[in-house]
Protein backbone atom coordinates (compact mmCIF):
# COMPACT_ATOMS: atom_id res chain seq x y z
CA UNK A 1 0.00 0.00 0.00
CA UNK A 2 1.29 3.24 -1.46
CA UNK A 3 2.53 5.64 1.93
CA UNK A 4 -0.21 7.87 0.73
CA UNK A 5 -3.38 5.80 0.29
CA UNK A 6 -3.23 4.46 4.17
CA UNK A 7 -6.18 5.43 6.13
CA UNK A 8 -8.12 4.14 8.40
CA UNK A 9 -10.22 2.06 5.63
CA UNK A 10 -13.80 3.15 3.97
CA UNK A 11 -11.16 4.15 0.75
CA UNK A 12 -9.93 6.67 3.08
CA UNK A 13 -6.82 8.58 0.95
CA UNK A 14 -4.20 10.90 2.48
CA UNK A 15 -4.51 14.18 1.03
CA UNK A 16 -1.89 16.12 2.85
CA UNK A 17 0.65 15.04 5.50
CA UNK A 18 0.37 18.67 8.12
CA UNK A 19 3.94 20.30 9.91
CA UNK A 20 1.70 20.81 12.76
CA UNK A 21 -1.44 20.52 14.79
CA UNK A 22 -2.55 23.88 14.14
CA UNK A 23 -1.90 23.13 10.37
CA UNK A 24 -3.61 20.35 10.42
CA UNK A 25 -6.86 21.89 11.67
CA UNK A 26 -6.76 24.69 9.49
CA UNK A 27 -7.07 22.42 6.46
CA UNK A 28 -9.56 20.34 8.32
CA UNK A 29 -11.60 23.45 8.94
CA UNK A 30 -11.69 24.82 5.14
CA UNK A 31 -12.46 21.21 3.93
CA UNK A 32 -15.62 20.58 5.96
CA UNK A 33 -16.57 24.31 5.09
CA UNK A 34 -16.59 23.20 1.65
CA UNK A 35 -18.29 20.04 2.61
CA UNK A 36 -15.82 17.61 3.09
CA UNK A 37 -15.78 14.60 5.24
CA UNK A 38 -11.87 15.05 7.09
CA UNK A 39 -10.21 12.63 10.01
CA UNK A 40 -7.08 13.55 11.46
CA UNK A 41 -4.78 10.86 11.74
CA UNK A 42 -1.93 12.77 14.11
CA UNK A 43 1.63 10.62 14.70
CA UNK A 44 2.03 11.96 17.70
CA UNK A 45 2.48 9.70 21.01
CA UNK A 46 1.91 12.08 23.65
CA UNK A 47 4.68 10.64 26.23
CA UNK A 48 7.04 11.34 23.61
CA UNK A 49 6.41 14.96 23.28
CA UNK A 50 7.71 15.52 19.95
CA UNK A 51 9.89 12.78 19.68
CA UNK A 52 8.04 11.07 16.90
CA UNK A 53 7.48 14.27 15.04
CA UNK A 54 11.50 14.46 14.36
CA UNK A 55 11.15 10.53 13.24
CA UNK A 56 7.62 11.42 10.81
CA UNK A 57 8.91 14.42 10.36
CA UNK A 58 5.15 15.89 10.01
CA UNK A 59 2.47 16.22 12.95
CA UNK A 60 0.14 13.36 11.16
CA UNK A 61 -1.95 13.27 7.82
CA UNK A 62 -4.98 14.92 7.02
CA UNK A 63 -7.37 12.47 5.48
CA UNK A 64 -10.84 12.07 3.50
CA UNK A 65 -13.03 10.10 1.73
CA UNK A 66 -11.32 8.36 -1.90
CA UNK A 67 -14.16 10.36 -3.30
CA UNK A 68 -13.17 13.48 -1.80
CA UNK A 69 -9.41 13.61 -2.50
CA UNK A 70 -9.11 15.34 -5.68
CA UNK A 71 -11.24 18.06 -4.63
CA UNK A 72 -9.39 18.30 -1.58
CA UNK A 73 -6.29 18.30 -3.26
CA UNK A 74 -6.97 20.97 -5.24
CA UNK A 75 -8.33 23.62 -2.10
CA UNK A 76 -4.60 22.74 -0.31
CA UNK A 77 -3.05 23.53 -3.22
CA UNK A 78 -5.02 26.72 -3.81
CA UNK A 79 -4.94 27.36 -0.11
CA UNK A 80 -1.35 27.49 -0.04
CA UNK A 81 -0.73 29.38 -3.24
CA UNK A 82 -3.04 32.23 -1.59
CA UNK A 83 -0.80 31.77 1.72
CA UNK A 84 2.39 32.53 -0.35
CA UNK A 85 1.18 35.49 -2.17
CA UNK A 86 -0.13 37.20 0.98
CA UNK A 87 3.69 36.62 2.59
CA UNK A 88 4.84 37.67 -0.59
CA UNK A 89 2.93 41.12 -0.42
CA UNK A 90 3.52 41.22 3.19
CA UNK A 91 7.30 41.50 2.14
CA UNK A 92 6.86 43.89 -0.50
CA UNK A 93 4.46 45.80 1.36
CA UNK A 94 7.58 46.28 4.63
CA UNK A 95 10.41 46.72 1.90
CA UNK A 96 8.20 50.52 0.88
Known amino acids: M ?3 ERGQ ?3 LVVVYQ ?3 EFIANMIKGFLE ?3 I ?3 LESRMAA ?3 GALKMGEGYWGDVVV ?3 YAE ?3 KLIEEYHSQTVDEDLDDKEGSNE
Open 33 to 35: DDG
Open 71 to 73: RSK
Open 9 to 11: GEN
Open 37 to 39: PVV
Open 2 to 4: DNL
Open 18 to 20: APD
Open 65 to 67: PEQ
Open 47 to 49: MYD
